[in-house]
């Protein structure tokens, strides 16, 4: 008892930051790579196939990782599996710097992927569980943010190592974030529901008051945990991804996924290469990643502490959030048609169009994908349920990095990002018409509601 007291007070201190710290080496991980990617040539002779592959490949880890992780995290709790991805994320950090040829830079790329579709699924399912209702949104926004972080030490570590080239310190740096997450987790409850689902419920409640400050709140937040977990094992529809309510959640968070990545965002690991096809230096497409890095985590920093995601909704956030998106590509693309290849004013309007498509991003489809996904599946198979979701989100991904490329080489920068601007039209009354409004509502009471085809929002 004394240990499991000291625990859950460490937990108090640090439980978000700590939760969410996988979400850095996630931003690092799939970040870093635009910078090296300028420079590993000089080591290993890259093909473009190959270089598709370097990039790429992670995107098929986290596949893997995201698929594996939530069923894993169901059964034996979710620190646990936070625990083992901070492991993974070492592993493939040192691999990566040291990798002596090609083959060997590409395996260790996937296994980072690994480490990125864990914290994908896990990171947001966590802090969603951990946070109360009245927060929930903020909370499991901490994850884009500590992405955007993550993906910020990214542009500042390419931008500073550029000048020697040294794309192999720029892979191993992230052993470091990885290494505190490992130690971190150690000292890091698991949540309340999977404390609960699997038979914890003294554990469970000691968390609850150390998270809540309050006996009484959690309490009552406890028997509506313990409710549902009653319900569930009683009527057993909650446990299966058969149920028609939970296959119209499953397709809801796979299309949610697969609209995020479609928007262009698959693509931004490029932007250098985009930048330095428009005639500038790799140093100077590198320094617009790193100069960009601030502002959007000054954006999401905004977003974060105004809770912007509680006091309008998700909905709202993400239809203002097609619109910006699809006049900043559309911008884009004509500029890119219309005005010369190496013309000053072709990088400038390409300058301003990205940073404003990607703190948009970073305002709205970022952090409110991965909130709904934390609230809608029901909690006997959240994690198998996110998993699914974060699998397809992975697909979509690894489809977008391994495809833009060839698009591009086939019809130009113009032209693929008026086709993105288009999908982002597409999408708008879509999401208008299926996606329902989650905030202030407890993550048992959208399990009901959904369960009973009450319409939400």
Do not use: C
Not at 99 to 107: E, F, K, Q, R
Not at 158 to 164: E, K, R
Request: proline residues 5%.
């Amino acid at each position: 008892m004394v240990a499991l007291a000291m625990r859950v007070r460490a937990s108090t201190r640090r439980v978000y930051a700590v939760g969410a710290l996988a979400a850095v080496l996630f931003g690092y991980d799939n970040g870093i790579i635009g910078a090296a990617i300028l420079f590993i040539p000089r080591d290993l002779p890259l093909t473009p196939g190959w270089e598709g592959a370097v990039v790429s490949i992670a995107a098929v880890g986290g596949m893997v990782g995201a698929l594996g992780s939530g069923p894993v995290a169901d059964r034996y709790g979710r620190q646990r599996v936070l625990l083992a991805a901070g492991v993974v994320f070492t592993v493939g950090a040192l691999g990566a710097g040291a990798g002596a040829t090609v083959a060997a830079l590409v395996w260790f790329r996937f296994i980072l992927g690994l480490g990125i579709g864990i914290a994908s699924v896990i990171v947001p399912l966590y802090l969603a569980e951990m946070a109360p209702a009245g927060d929930r949104g903020v909370i499991t926004s901490l994850n884009q943010y500590l992405i955007i972080v993550g993906t910020g030490l990214a542009a500042a570590t390419g931008y500073g190592l550029a000048f020697i080239g040294s794309w192999r310190w720029m892979m191993l740096i992230g052993v470091f974030p990885a290494l505190v997450l490992t130690f971190g987790m150690l000292a890091t409850p698991d949540t309340p529901r999977s404390l609960v689902r699997r038979g914890q419920t003294e554990h469970a409640r000691a968390v609850l008051v150390s998270l809540r400050g309050d006996s009484a709140l959690a309490d009552g937040e406890l028997a509506e945990i313990e409710a549902l977990q009653r319900e569930q094992h009683d009527l057993r529809t909650g446990m299966r991804l058969s149920a028609p309510w939970v296959r119209r959640l499953l397709l809801l968070g796979a299309l949610l996924a697969i609209f995020q990545q479609i928007t262009g965002i698959g693509a931004i690991a490029y932007v250098p290469i985009v930048l330095a096809g428009f005639g500038v230096s790799p140093q100077t497409a590198l320094l617009f990643g790193f100069l960009n890095g601030l502002p959007n985590i000054l954006t999401i920093a905004l977003i974060v502490r105004a809770k912007v995601v509680e006091r309008h909704g998700r909905k709202p956030i993400l239809l203002a959030g097609l619109v910006g998106m699809s006049a900043s590509m559309f911008t884009i693309g004509m500029a890119a048609l219309v005005l010369p290849a190496h013309s000053r004013a072709l990088f400038v309007i390409a300058i301003i169009a990205f940073v404003v498509f990607t703190n948009t991003f970073s305002a709205t489809w970022g952090p409110v994908l991965w909130v709904m996904l934390a609230e809608i599946f029901p909690l006997a198979i959240r994690g198998a349920a996110m998993a699914i979701a974060t699998l397809v989100f992975w697909l979509t991904s690894f489809f977008v990095s391994l495809t833009f490329p060839i698009f591009t080489a086939l019809a130009g920068p113009g032209i693929v990002f008026i086709v993105y601007a288009a999908a982002n039209v597409a999408i708008f009354p879509i999401v208008w018409w299926i996606v329902p409004e989650t905030k202030d509502h407890s993550l048992e009471s959208l399990e009901t509601a959904f369960r009973n085809g009450t319409r939400i929002g």
